[in-house]
């Protein structure tokens, strides 16, 4: 009788246990899933994400079928009713005709594209911004600022203070724009130039 | 000069006017309003309120342009203004050696400034003035040239 008694009462607790197990590891698992792809819990718990990409990757290539452009980030999330996505650690790639070519990244980015998300309308890059051109001959160039703005054509502008360094050279200055393709900088205000080494 | 068609006319002056030596090791610092580079031609353009600092050598203009070798290094700075001025306080001369023209250039491999277009340098009393002077670091020498219009004139006080 004692068996026939407690044999309902272990079995109830079995599947008590096993569905809180269950329960654990499921709530473990979406943690952990949230924990990797750093989407904020606050902001499913809102609803407000609309669109979310890791690790993402975007090439271009021209006619003759050559790699010309390379942006990855970390990461891309769009709220609702935000017109831009934010972009964590955007990093472009640019390859020139001459062989060289040039980065531009930084730690974090707002991305404003059109809503086909086929064409962007500027991408504003924030916190350690860094372009640089790495040129066998010329020797490597860094151009430092805290933010950046990048437009389609690949045109740059920024109005915070900027430092460029090279080997023999030092530049800095507040406000700078200019054109990737052309490679023509322009340096607004208060420009300071040092050139160091045998001229 | 040979765009002329004239004769040059060399006058070295080693004294009372006199060149001395430079820091050619020196940093070249340059301050401006507002700069421009070019990538693929290397070109570097500096202006308003321009100002070069070279060892004891001052340079002021209204826009400075760099110009480099396809390997990169500095073939020529040339200074233009209304008119741009030099002034070099080296600790060989008597007095500071001052200059000015509508553009004054410097060739650091040739260690040369020169001076053109309704060109003046003096050093005290001193003053020579010429279409285009040019001032040799390497041979501390001044020399000075003529055009289709005007030759050298120089003025020496008695010391």
Same mark, same amino acid.
């Given at each position: 009788m004692l068996a026939l008694k407690t044999q309902p009462s272990l079995k109830k607790w079995g599947i008590n246990a096993l569905f809180i197990c269950s329960a654990v590891g499921l709530i473990v698992l979406i943690n952990g899933w949230l924990n990797e792809t750093l989407i904020p819990i606050k902001s499913l718990e809102h609803g407000t994400l609309e669109e979310y990409?890791? %690790?993402?990757?975007? $090439? #271009?290539?021209?006619? %003759? +079928?050559?790699?010309? $452009? #390379?942006?990855?980030?970390?990461?891309?999330?769009h709220y609702q009713g935000l017109p831009y996505a934010t972009i964590i650690m955007p990093h472009l790639v640019m390859h020139q005709a001459d062989g060289t070519h040039s980065e531009l990244c930084?730690? $974090? +980015?707002?991305?404003?594209?059109? #809503?086909?998300? #086929? !064409?962007?309308?500027?991408?504003?890059?924030q916190d350690t911004v860094q372009l640089r051109h790495a040129s066998k001959l010329e020797g490597n160039w860094q151009l430092s600022t805290e933010q950046l703005t990048l437009f389609p054509s690949?045109?740059?502008?920024?109005?915070?203070?900027?430092?460029?360094? !090279?080997?023999?050279? !030092?530049?800095?200055?507040? +406000?700078?724009? +200019?054109?990737?393709?052309?490679g023509k900088i322009r340096f607004h205000q208060q420009v300071k130039t040092q050139y160091q080494g045998q001229l | 000069m040979k765009r002329y068609g004239l004769c040059c006319w060399l006058l070295?002056?080693?004294?009372?006017?006199?060149?001395?030596?430079?820091?050619?090791?020196?940093?070249?610092?340059?301050?401006?309003?507002?700069?421009?580079?070019?990538?693929p031609t290397g070109v570097a353009t500096h202006?308003? @309120?321009?100002k070069m600092v070279y060892s004891t050598t001052t340079l002021l203009a209204d &826009?400075?342009?760099?110009?480099?070798?396809?390997?990169?290094?500095? &073939?020529?700075?040339?200074?233009? *203004? @209304?008119?741009?001025t030099l002034e070099s306080t080296m600790a060989s001369l008597a007095a500071a050696l001052t200059g000015q023209a509508q553009s004054i250039y410097y060739l650091? @491999?040739? *260690?040369?400034?020169?001076?053109?277009? &309704?060109? &003046?340098?003096?050093? *005290?009393a001193d003053t020579l003035n010429a279409p285009k002077i040019t001032l040799d670091i390497e041979q501390q020498a001044i020399y000075s040239e003529r055009d289709s219009t005007s030759r050298p004139s120089m003025i020496m006080q008695s010391h």
């Open positions: 990409m890791h %690790q993402a990757e975007i $090439r #271009k290539f021209n006619l %003759q +079928g050559k790699l010309e $452009r #390379k942006l990855t980030m970390k990461s891309l999330s930084a730690l $974090r +980015g707002q991305s404003y594209y059109s #809503k086909d998300i #086929k !064409h962007f309308d500027k991408i504003i890059l690949y045109l740059i502008d920024t109005n915070a203070a900027v430092t460029l360094t !090279h080997p023999q050279l !030092h530049l800095s200055a507040t +406000g700078m724009s +200019g054109d990737l393709n052309s | 070295i002056l080693f004294s009372p006017l006199s060149w001395g030596h430079l820091e050619r090791n020196a940093p070249v610092e340059i301050n401006s309003d507002y700069a421009q580079y070019h990538h202006r308003g @309120q321009v &826009q400075l342009d760099i110009y480099r070798d396809p390997a990169g290094e500095i &073939q020529k700075f040339l200074a233009t *203004g @209304q008119p741009a650091p @491999q040739e *260690g040369l400034f020169v001076l053109e277009g &309704q060109a &003046q340098i003096q050093q *005290g």
